[in-house]
T-cell receptor
Framework: KAGVTQTPRYLIKTRGQQVTLSCSPISGHRSVSWYQQTPGQGLQFLFEYFSETQRNKGNFPGRFSGRQFSNSRSEMNVSTLELGDSALYLC?????????????FGDGTRLSIL | QQQVKQSPQSLIVQKGGISIINCAYENTAFDYFPWYQQFPGKGPALLIAIRPDVSEKKEGRFTISFNKSAKQFSLHIMDSQPGDSATYFCAAVPTKGDMRFGAGTRLTVKP
């Protein structure tokens, strides 16, 4: 069974640009969450999508947005990139939006802002 | 925002020793407590998890101990091996809302 797939694995952008990251969940998983991981702040929750609807949102500015498609695949967009957006962006999926459902992570997209 | 506090920040253990990582949480409305293991260049991988109605769960060399009254839980790695060297994250999943992570513990197992 394939795991969570994130593309691309690495990305280099400059300040002011925008970027779109993609996530394909495990087959049968309908919930997709996004996290930002940095050495200083650790793992921080961005948002969670289920059935194409955002179900939960973390404390990030509106420059960070996402969407989910009918096949459960999800994309995350960051506009007007800042140096501080350099991070590992992780996607996680689970079957349902229930607290007893474990989340499974992809290997992330490493985003570097120059 | 509810916090999950994890300690120590880093841990060095000799091969064959016991690694112990501790976490404490501040809110009682958590339903599920997973531990994740992360190797460099990889995403966190679910290692073991426990529900608050259970005091201990063991899977191979990995054991979670849970103390509901103290709002603490810990990960014990028995017979630690160099291949266990990784960063470990505890987490708490609330009834509603996002999963809260500890800051992580970098474990180094020396041969």
């Amino acid at each position: 069974k394939a795991g969570v797939t994130q593309t691309p694995r690495y990305l280099i952008k400059t300040r002011g640009q925008q970027v779109t990251l993609s996530c394909s969940p495990i087959s049968g998983h309908r919930s997709v969450s996004w996290y930002q991981q940095t050495p200083g702040q650790g793992l921080q929750f961005l948002f969670e999508y289920f059935s194409e609807t955002q179900r939960n949102k973390g404390n990030f500015p509106g420059r960070f947005s996402g969407r989910q498609f009918s096949n459960s695949r999800s994309e995350m967009n960051v506009s007007t990139l800042e140096l501080g957006d350099s991070a590992l962006y992780l996607c996680a999926s689970r079957r349902e939006v229930n607290s007893n459902q474990p989340q499974h992570f992809g290997d992330g997209t490493r985003l570097s802002i120059l | 925002q509810q916090q999950v506090k994890q300690s120590p920040q880093s841990l060095i253990v000799q091969k064959g020793g016991i690694s112990i990582i501790n976490c404490a949480y501040e809110n009682t409305a958590f339903d599920y407590f997973p531990w994740y293991q992360q190797f460099p260049g990889k995403g966190p991988a679910l290692l073991i998890a426990i529900r608050p109605d259970v005091s201990e769960k063991k899977e191979g060399r990995f054991t979670i101990s849970f103390n509901k009254s103290a709002k603490q839980f810990s990960l014990h790695i028995m017979d630690s091996q160099p291949g266990d060297s990784a960063t470990y994250f505890c987490a708490a999943v609330p009834t509603k809302g996002d999963m809260r992570f500890g800051a992580g513990t970098r474990l180094t197992v020396k041969p």
